[in-house]
C-alpha cells in the first residue's frame, strides 16, 4: 500500500521541477505514477487526464486528486493535492514580491523570452504522447486538427467542439452497427 509521504513527495517533486503548470506536467507525472511507481496503468492515466481536463480547476492537480484518490481515498487526494501545487505557490509569491523590481531590467527579459519557446515544447510534447496513445492514427488525426482549428481559428468554444464530437461518436457507432445489405 501506497505511505501518505510517498503520494506527498511524489506530487512536491512533480510540483517544484515542473515549469509550464498543467500540460508541461503530464510527462513527469507519467514517468512517476505510471513508469517508475506503477500505481496506475497508461489506460488508467489517459483515462485520468481525460478526466482531468473535464473538471474545473488546475489540469495537474485535478491529475493528482485523481491519483491520491484512488490509492488513498480522501486524504490521499487532499495530499497529492497539496504536494503538487506548494511549491508553485511559494514560486508565485516570491515572484510577486520581487518581480516589480526586476520586471523592466533587460537579462530577466531575456530570460523570460527564453523560457517560452522551452515551455511550448514542454506542452506539445506530451500532447504527441497521448494522441498515440489515445489511439490516433493517420487516418484520425484530422478530428483533433479539425477541433483545435475550430477552437483556435473560428473561435468556437471548446464546449460545443466536446459535445459535437460526443454526438458524432455516438451517431458513429449507431451506423457502424447497422446491418449491410448484400
Known amino acids: 500500500m501506497v505511505k501518505y509521504c510517498e503520494l506527498f ?6 510540483g517544484t ?35 482531468s481536463q473535464t473538471m474545473p480547476g488546475i489540469l495537474a492537480a485535478n491529475i493528482a486528486a485523481l491519483v491520491g484518490q484512488r490509492l488513498r481515498g480522501t486524504r ?7 504536494g503538487n501545487i506548494l511549491m508553485p505557490i511559494v514560486f508565485i ?20 523570452m527564453g523560457i517560452r519557446p522551452a515551455v511550448v515544447a514542454l506542452i506539445v510534447a506530451p500532447v504527441f504522447n497521448l494522441a498515440r496513445k489515445a489511439g490516433v492514427t493517420l487516418k484520425t488525426v484530422w478530428i483533433p486538427v479539425v477541433a483545435a ?34
Do not use: C
Not at 513527495?9 to 512533480?14: G, L, N, R, S, W
Not at 488508467?44 to 478526466?51: C, Q, V
Not at 490521499?76 to 497539496?82: E, I, K, M, P, R
Not at 509569491?93 to 530570460?111: G, H, S, Y
Open 93 to 112: 509569491l516570491l515572484i510577486a514580491l520581487f518581480f516589480r523590481q526586476f520586471k523592466d531590467n533587460p537579462t530577466v527579459e531575456a530570460i523570460f
Open 17 to 51: 521541477f515542473t515549469i509550464g503548470g498543467g500540460y508541461a506536467m503530464i510527462p513527469l507525472i507519467q514517468r512517476e505514477v505510471v513508469e517508475r511507481r506503477r500505481w496506475l496503468s497508461e489506460e488508467e492515466m489517459l483515462d485520468a487526464i481525460a478526466l
Open 149 to 182: 482549428g475550430l477552437i483556435w481559428a473560428l473561435g468556437v468554444s471548446p464546449v460545443l467542439v466536446i459535445l459535437a464530437a460526443l454526438l458524432l461518436g455516438w451517431l458513429y457507432s449507431k451506423i457502424k452497427k447497422l446491418p449491410t445489405t448484400h
Open 76 to 82: 490521499g487526494a487532499l495530499l497529492a493535492v497539496l
Open 9 to 14: 513527495a511524489t506530487f512536491f517533486k512533480i
